[in-house]
């Protein structure tokens, strides 16, 4: 009895609008109480997380996204992807897929990316000729694009909780990305202005953008390099990242003032880090619960009664997995149900660094899955639009996304190439 109590008291909590974070702690307290466990174990569990060397490249790549993002850094780049692919068919659509899957890898799935590249982009897609359902899609569509790819921050929580190595699930993503990328931009070439593309390649204007934003653009290849090449730890690089984006914005390009503007970006910065480390903190407790008591075993011996090999589970994982990313945020799903799958998905002769390619690919997918994925509703405020619209406009980018899933689940290959 009582534990039902305790069950609708927290359910509630969650409808009457209380944080998550609070919601998830109470459940954790409550259910360790219950079992006559001592709640000093969610303190334990907190206290190992928090000692992982790892985790400080949340705060430092998060910071070194909203410097870059608060500067001029998204004209320069956005002038040097144009002067590089603009001239291509479809090229000011690739030139968008590309700029906002950087800075999403950069930021993470926060609607930086969105609020921050969204009012350069969509008047330059709609000069060019494409029309305000497909420009609507496609700035909708690239607000989660780029997570698969080094230094996205959901990768680096996904290896912090499931215990896998960080800098294989950088490599493990890259070839999955620009698969989306290049489907999501021959998509955008079919769909593009019917009149022929009268921009002609000018390696001077390659040249002069590149002369502009030289820094920036050499900051990806350099941790992508560092970490690669095995000369840095991700957590260095993240270090060296902030401090060279920081070094760059404020003395060298002069975009931000180190005494005005860097309070605040840090402000910003780490009320979204802390928002994570919260989560973070408090789901510990309540999925070590669910494991200690065997709750993954339960749901696969259930599954075993339904599902007779590989494939089954994985086209009905996927199914799971996108009503969870459309309903929870990325980083509560990840620190709730990854521990819960990751024993069944042994089971079915899963690859750990497959099952994150998945996992996070999914989680992607269901920023943009209507009624509730984040980004349509980012995209209706930003563009004050109603969120109905931006419904249909983004339909046909999840589906094209939805394909490339498939792709990905039924062909290991593609996420496990650069780590064997």
Same mark, same amino acid.
């Given at each position: 009895?009582?534990?039902?109590?305790?069950?609708?008291?927290?359910?509630?909590?969650?409808?009457?609008?209380?944080?998550?974070?609070?919601?998830?702690?109470?459940?954790?307290?409550?259910?360790?109480?219950?079992?006559?466990?001592?709640?000093?174990?969610?303190?334990?569990?907190?206290?190992?997380?928090?000692?992982?060397?790892?985790?400080?490249?949340?705060? +430092?790549?998060?910071?070194?996204?909203?410097?870059?993002?608060?500067?001029?850094?998204?004209?320069?780049?956005?002038?040097?992807?144009?002067?590089?692919?603009?001239?291509?068919?479809?090229?000011?659509?690739?030139?968008? +897929?590309?700029?906002?899957?950087?800075?999403?890898?950069?930021?993470?799935?926060?609607?930086?990316?969105?609020?921050?590249?969204?009012?350069?982009?969509?008047?330059?897609?709609?000069?060019?000729?494409?029309?305000?359902? /497909?420009?609507?899609?496609?700035?909708?569509?690239?607000?989660?694009?780029?997570? +698969?790819?080094?230094?996205?921050?959901?990768?680096?929580?996904?290896?912090?909780?499931?215990?896998?190595?960080?800098?294989? +699930?950088?490599?493990?993503?890259?070839?999955?990305?620009?698969?989306?990328?290049?489907?999501?931009?021959?998509?955008?070439?079919?769909?593009?202005?019917?009149?022929?593309?009268?921009?002609?390649?000018?390696?001077?204007?390659?040249?002069?953008?590149?002369?502009?934003?030289?820094?920036?653009?050499?900051?990806?290849?350099?941790?992508?390099?560092?970490?690669?090449?095995?000369?840095?730890?991700?957590?260095?690089?993240?270090? /060296?990242?902030?401090?060279?984006?920081?070094?760059?914005?404020?003395?060298?390009?002069?975009?931000?003032?180190?005494?005005?503007?860097?309070?605040?970006?840090?402000?910003?910065?780490?009320?979204?880090?802390?928002?994570?480390?919260?989560?973070?903190?408090?789901?510990?407790?309540?999925?070590?619960?669910?494991?200690?008591?065997?709750?993954?075993?339960?749901?696969?011996?259930?599954?075993?009664?339904?599902?007779?090999?590989?494939?089954?589970?994985?086209?009905?994982?996927?199914?799971?997995?996108?009503?969870?990313?459309?309903?929870?945020?990325?980083?509560?799903?990840?620190?709730?149900?990854?521990?819960?799958?990751?024993?069944?998905?042994?089971?079915?002769?899963?690859?750990?660094?497959?099952?994150?390619?998945?996992?996070?690919?999914?989680?992607?997918?269901?920023?943009?899955?209507?009624?509730?994925?984040?980004?349509?509703?980012?995209?209706?405020?930003?563009?004050?639009?109603?969120?109905?619209?931006?419904?249909?406009?983004?339909?046909?980018?999840?589906?094209?996304?939805?394909?490339?899933?498939?792709?990905?689940?039924?062909?290991?290959?593609?996420?496990?190439?650069?780590?064997?």
């Amino acid at each position: 009895m009582l534990g039902v109590l305790v069950f609708v008291g927290i359910m509630i909590c969650a409808m009457l609008g209380t944080p998550l974070f609070i919601v998830m702690s109470l459940a954790a307290l409550s259910l360790f109480t219950m079992a006559g466990v001592e709640v000093s174990a969610v303190a334990i569990e907190v206290y190992k997380i928090s000692s992982a060397p790892t985790l400080i490249t949340i705060p +430092l790549f998060t910071f070194a996204g909203y410097m870059m993002a608060e500067s001029g850094a998204p004209k320069r780049l956005l002038k040097v992807a144009e002067a590089a692919f603009g001239w291509l068919p479809g090229g000011v659509a690739i030139v968008s +897929l590309v700029v906002c899957a950087f800075f999403t890898a950069f930021t993470g799935a926060s609607g930086v990316t969105i609020i921050a590249l969204g009012g350069l982009l969509y008047p330059i897609l709609e000069k060019e000729g494409y029309t305000e359902k /497909f420009s609507l899609g496609l700035i909708t569509s690239s607000g989660s694009l780029g997570l +698969l790819f080094a230094p996205s921050l959901p990768i680096i929580l996904y290896g912090l909780v499931a215990k896998v190595d960080i800098d294989k +699930l950088f490599r493990a993503g890259i070839l999955p990305g620009i698969l989306l990328i290049l489907v999501l931009s021959i998509w955008s070439i079919v769909n593009g202005p019917k009149a022929r593309n009268k921009r002609h390649f000018s390696f001077r204007e390659l040249m002069t953008a590149l002369k502009a934003g030289f820094f920036e653009v050499l900051l990806p290849f350099g941790v992508l390099l560092s970490i690669y090449g095995g000369f840095v730890t991700v957590s260095e690089a993240a270090a /060296f990242t902030c401090f060279y984006v920081l070094v760059v914005e404020c003395f060298i390009y002069k975009d931000l003032n180190f005494f005005k503007d860097i309070p605040k970006v840090i402000l910003d910065s780490m009320s979204l880090v802390g928002g994570i480390l919260l989560i973070l903190c408090c789901a510990l407790g309540l999925t070590n619960y669910l494991v200690d008591e065997e709750v993954p075993m339960k749901i696969l011996d259930i599954m075993r009664q339904f599902l007779t090999n590989k494939y089954q589970f994985l086209f009905f994982l996927n199914i799971f997995l996108l009503v969870v990313g459309c309903l929870m945020d990325i980083f509560s799903a990840i620190v709730v149900v990854v521990p819960l799958i990751i024993p069944i998905a042994l089971e079915f002769d899963v690859h750990p660094i497959h099952l994150a390619i998945i996992f996070l690919l999914n989680l992607e997918i269901g920023y943009i899955t209507p009624p509730v994925g984040i980004n349509l509703f980012i995209s209706s405020f930003r563009f004050k639009k109603p969120v109905i619209e931006l419904y249909k406009s983004s339909v046909p980018f999840l589906i094209l996304s939805l394909l490339v899933l498939m792709v990905i689940t039924y062909i290991p290959e593609l996420s496990l190439f650069l780590v064997k």
